[in-house]
């Protein structure tokens, strides 16, 4: 056992497929490597200690809103053989909570590889996703893993439930604005929201459940050729369908409005939905800068410019 041990994630964005993915349909998430979370372990004697922006003290005493990386830390523990190992725990993160940014999955990644490196085991990318979405499960009820898989990848990633996930290349030179409305989105009820109208009007969203794999397969097409206008006929088509299946919100449409007005060739809320960001798509990085200014000024709460083409 180690003094002191590190884990590292980072932030993820859907560019496409949200909602859809819960029903078997494939997504594309992309990692934000340069929006970050850490956990550092120091070792102790008896205390076994949390500090995080939510909370400050003993783990077995962590709120009910932090039950998930509560049952995750008591999993690793049991899994180690060492329930009543002491630690001092710190979470620091870049990432805002409850906008789609994967800040809850993240956490779980970090404090997953920060135990496994401070009990000095090896931990394989499958053992790290299955563990990471224990805290996940806790959290979300049924999350599709997406969220877990994205903050551990380094490239876009194309997902599908209960399926390898694998990254896809890129040749797009394209610009993504990411902007937060300052509204909270909760994963649970945004899920929750799209399987009660599921039931009540059946085909018609089950039509956009399917339409939004259809434009998720264009997309990765759009990424693989480098054809921006697929690719924004795409992001476009998938706003109309969250919209349709009750994820959007006042204040996501009012900026994507904003986005398409000020030079974006497409926007569509990104993550969950009913509140969140939004991704609004710029051919150049001046025009993505602009936007982001334009963004800012219409009321988002905070703005990242990100290229479509990863550094690696
Ligand atoms: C949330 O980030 C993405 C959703 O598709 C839910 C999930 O995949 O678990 C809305």
């Known amino acids: 056992m180690k003094d002191l041990a590190t884990g590292t994630s980072h932030a993820k964005i859907i560019l496409i497929g949200e909602h859809g993915v819960v029903y078997g349909q494939p997504a594309i998430a992309l990692p934000i490597s ?5 956990a550092i372990i120091h070792r102790r004697d008896a205390a076994q200690t949390v500090k995080s922006r939510y909370f400050n003290g003993d783990f077995k005493m962590m709120s009910a809103n932090l039950g998930g990386i509560q049952t995750l830390i008591r999993t690793l523990l049991a899994r180690f053989d060492a329930p009543e190992q002491g630690f001092d725990i710190h979470i620091t993160s870049d990432i805002p909570s409850e906008r789609g940014m994967g800040s809850s999955a993240a956490a779980a990644v970090a404090v997953t590889r920060a135990f496994y490196d401070f009990f000095d085991r090896p ?6 996703l299955a563990t990471a979405n ?6 979300h009820g049924q999350p599709s893993g997406l969220d877990v898989a994205t903050a551990s990848a ?7 439930k209960g399926r390898e996930n694998f990254p896809i290349p890129v040749k797009l030179p394209g610009y993504l604005v990411i902007a937060d409305t300052g509204i909270e989105s909760q994963t649970k009820v945004a899920v929750a929201t799209v399987r009660n109208l599921l039931m009540v009007e059946g085909a018609t969203i089950q039509a956009r459940i ?7 397969r264009q997309t990765r097409t759009a990424l693989e050729d480098g054809d921006m206008g697929a690719l924004a006929t795409a992001l476009n088509g998938a706003q109309d369908d969250l919209r349709s299946m009750g994820v959007s919100h006042p204040a996501l449409e009012q900026l994507l409005a904003v986005a398409r007005q000020n030079g974006a060739l497409a926007a569509k809320l990104t993550g969950s939905g ?9 051919p150049e990085a001046s025009i993505a800068n602009q936007l982001s200014q334009k963004l800012a000024a219409a009321g988002a709460t905070a703005t990242w ?8």
């Open 210 to 216: 399917d339409d939004l794999g259809r434009l998720t």
């Open 123 to 128: 931990l394989s990318h499958q053992e790290l």
């Open 274 to 282: 009913q509140g969140g960001c939004l991704i609004a798509l710029a």
């Open 34 to 38: 340069t929006i970050q979370m850490q």
């Open 134 to 139: 224990v805290a996940e499960s806790y959290t």
């Open 154 to 160: 380094k490239s876009p990633v194309w997902f599908v």
């Open 305 to 312: 410019v990100e290229p479509l083409l990863c550094d690696d």
